[in-house]
């Protein structure tokens, strides 16, 4: 089993090379968690490396608010960027495919091929758009346990992710104790703090704010939010550079050397700032990241467990590696040690590791040795059924 086909050119060190995205149809009902009914839905995913004779060696890659199912390789011979996730996926890197078989989707209510908001509504004939229900993390891991049924495989010899995909893995461990050997969480939180919930209330706001959102049915006009969706952009990826990252790459540096005393673009910050706008408006879909960002808000896995942790994580038998990064302040060191000591109070396995980088959240989709190095380190570690 692998989608996973080398070409000479893409034969690159630690490459898996030319990948082809696949396409899973469930056509049965799906109850989500908000009460409302999907009728069927599709999943577009891709995998790297081999499925084992003992299948124990599968590894679940989660995504996390604006990724999707191409996290390593490339689409074409003509790609210049890789998967989102490559510095991470391949061989001899942290996951490495010599080892494992990697799972990596596009999550319900995706915008890059997964049943979403930009999908055809079989009641109207129409786009979904705003009428696509909302979606939980919880939603996210059963339709990911329905895909793994399909692909047969018994166990994920672990569930990976940054960021919003590091709260699946724990959602996963929770939801499906079984199933799930290994929880690799990397920085992440237990559930959204206000400001963080702020952050994404004024991103949604900004989109919901162009008169080119049409309520969501921008679709059927030829349109769409390009400037509440670059403003969105704009804000989040703010949250993900520290400051000394930005001061670091931009500094105070003019655009063109001097100053032009208007509100015309002049920093290099700025200019960044709104290129990263431009370009993920074009590829993103506006109702989509506000359905993200609602799961994110609405992600707390203790609150049916009265609210308590540590009540919550007891259900999990996984071993887990909780991964934070020393500058990152959208999901602090101090979010993942909460993590932590919930694992250690119901007596779980956890390594934790809180890794110096300057480049603040985004340091997770990074080629950072103290980072892929302990990573890799952890997943070798993991012993699978049927290995001599």
Same mark, same amino acid.
């Given at each position: 089993?692998?989608?996973?086909?080398?070409?000479?050119? #893409?034969?690159?060190?630690?490459?898996?090379?030319?990948?082809?995205?696949?396409?899973?149809?469930? &056509?049965?009902?799906?109850?989500?968690?908000?009460? #409302?009914?999907?009728?069927?839905?599709?999943?577009?995913?891709?995998?790297?490396?081999?499925?084992?004779?003992?299948?124990?060696?599968?590894?679940?890659?989660?995504?996390?608010?604006?990724?999707?199912?191409?996290?390593?390789?490339?689409?074409?011979? &003509?790609?210049?960027?890789?998967?989102?996730?490559?510095?991470?996926?391949?061989?001899? !890197?942290?996951?490495? $495919?010599?080892?494992?078989?990697?799972?990596?989707?596009?999550?319900?209510?995706?915008?890059?091929?997964? $049943?979403?908001?930009?999908?055809?509504?079989?009641?109207?004939?129409?786009?979904?758009?705003?009428?696509?229900?909302?979606?939980?993390?919880?939603?996210?891991?059963?339709?990911?346990?329905?895909?793994?049924?399909?692909?047969?495989?018994?166990?994920?010899?672990?569930?990976?992710?940054?960021?919003?995909?590091?709260?699946?893995?724990?959602?996963?461990?929770?939801?499906?104790?079984?199933?799930?050997?290994?929880?690799?969480?990397? +920085?992440?939180?237990? !559930?959204?703090?206000?400001?963080?919930?702020?952050?994404?209330?004024?991103?949604?706001?900004?989109?919901?704010?162009?008169?080119?959102?049409?309520?969501?049915?921008?679709?059927?006009?030829?349109?769409?939010?390009?400037?509440?969706?670059?403003?969105?952009?704009?804000?989040?990826?703010?949250?993900?550079?520290? &400051?000394? +990252?930005?001061?670091?790459?931009?500094?105070?540096?003019?655009?063109?050397?001097?100053?032009?005393?208007?509100?015309?673009?002049?920093?290099?910050?700025?200019?960044?700032?709104?290129?990263?706008?431009?370009?993920?408006?074009?590829?993103?879909? +506006?109702?989509?990241?506000?359905?993200?960002?609602?799961?994110?808000?609405?992600?707390?896995?203790? /609150? /049916?467990?009265?609210?308590?942790?540590?009540?919550?994580?007891?259900?999990?038998?996984?071993?887990?590696?909780?991964?934070?990064?020393?500058?990152?302040?959208?999901?602090?060191?101090?979010?993942?040690?909460?993590?932590?000591?919930?694992?250690?109070?119901?007596?779980?396995?956890?390594?934790? +590791?809180?890794?110096?980088?300057?480049?603040?959240?985004?340091?997770?989709?990074?080629?950072?040795?103290?980072?892929?190095?302990?990573?890799?380190?952890?997943?070798?570690?993991?012993?699978?059924?049927? /290995?001599?």
């Amino acid at each position: 089993m692998t989608t996973a086909l080398q070409t000479p050119a #893409k034969q690159t060190k630690g490459s898996v090379g030319i990948v082809q995205p696949r396409l899973f149809r469930y &056509d049965h009902p799906i109850t989500l968690q908000c009460g #409302k009914t999907l009728p069927h839905y599709e999943l577009v995913y891709e995998t790297y490396g081999t499925l084992n004779a003992a299948k124990s060696n599968a590894v679940l890659v989660c995504h996390a608010l604006s990724g999707h199912h191409h996290a390593a390789g490339f689409h074409s011979e &003509d790609d210049k960027k890789p998967g989102w996730w490559d510095a991470c996926i391949g061989p001899g !890197k942290a996951i490495d $495919t010599n080892r494992f078989y990697v799972v990596s989707l596009n999550n319900l209510g995706g915008c890059h091929g997964s $049943t979403g908001p930009n999908s055809i509504n079989p009641d109207t004939h129409k786009p979904y758009g705003p009428d696509f229900p909302i979606v939980t993390v919880r939603d996210w891991v059963n339709s990911q346990h329905t895909l793994m049924q399909h692909l047969e495989i018994p166990h994920w010899a672990a569930v990976v992710g940054g960021s919003l995909g590091g709260m699946q893995a724990m959602q996963w461990s929770i939801d499906f104790p079984d199933l799930v050997r290994n929880a690799v969480v990397i +920085a992440a939180a237990p !559930k959204l703090s206000a400001q963080n919930i702020a952050f994404n209330e004024v991103a949604r706001k900004a989109i919901l704010s162009d008169p080119d959102f049409r309520e969501g049915h921008y679709y059927e006009h030829n349109t769409y939010p390009k400037i509440g969706l670059s403003l969105a952009r704009m804000l989040g990826h703010i949250t993900y550079l520290s &400051d000394a +990252a930005m001061r670091e790459k931009f500094g105070r540096e003019l655009r063109d050397g001097a100053k032009s005393f208007d509100f015309d673009v002049e920093f290099q910050v700025e200019s960044y700032l709104n290129y990263q706008g431009e370009v993920f408006s074009k590829n993103f879909d +506006a109702n989509t990241y506000l359905l993200m960002t609602r799961a994110l808000d609405y992600f707390d896995p203790a /609150e /049916e467990f009265d609210h308590d942790l540590r009540i919550a994580l007891a259900q999990a038998k996984a071993h887990f590696l909780v991964l934070s990064f020393t500058t990152d302040w959208r999901f602090s060191p101090e979010r993942s040690r909460e993590i932590v000591q919930a694992l250690l109070a119901a007596r779980k396995q956890v390594s934790y +590791a809180d890794i110096e980088c300057p480049q603040g959240h985004d340091s997770f989709l990074l080629d950072v040795p103290r980072y892929t190095n302990l990573f890799k380190a952890y997943m070798n570690s993991i012993e699978l059924d049927g /290995e001599h």
